[in-house]
């Protein structure tokens, strides 16, 4: 999560994720499709790439 690494190193106090953004980078249509194994996956590699708090919508 290359973004996720940038925003820190450009000074962001925190970042969000939109939940239908991350599905859909997984090819689901919306957040209801994707399993919540995917979501944590995803949440795991933001968090690994940033020390910022996140949270997505």
Do not use: Y
């Not at 944590?40 to 919508?57: C, E, G, H, Y």
């Amino acid at each position: 999560m290359a973004s996720a690494t940038v925003a820190q190193q450009e000074g962001f106090r925190a970042i969000g994720a939109s939940c239908a953004a991350m599905a859909q980078m997984l090819g689901h249509r919306d957040g209801e499709e994707m399993s919540f194994s995917e979501l944590v996956n995803l949440v795991k590699r933001i968090a690994s790439n940033t020390s910022l708090p996140f949270a997505w919508m």
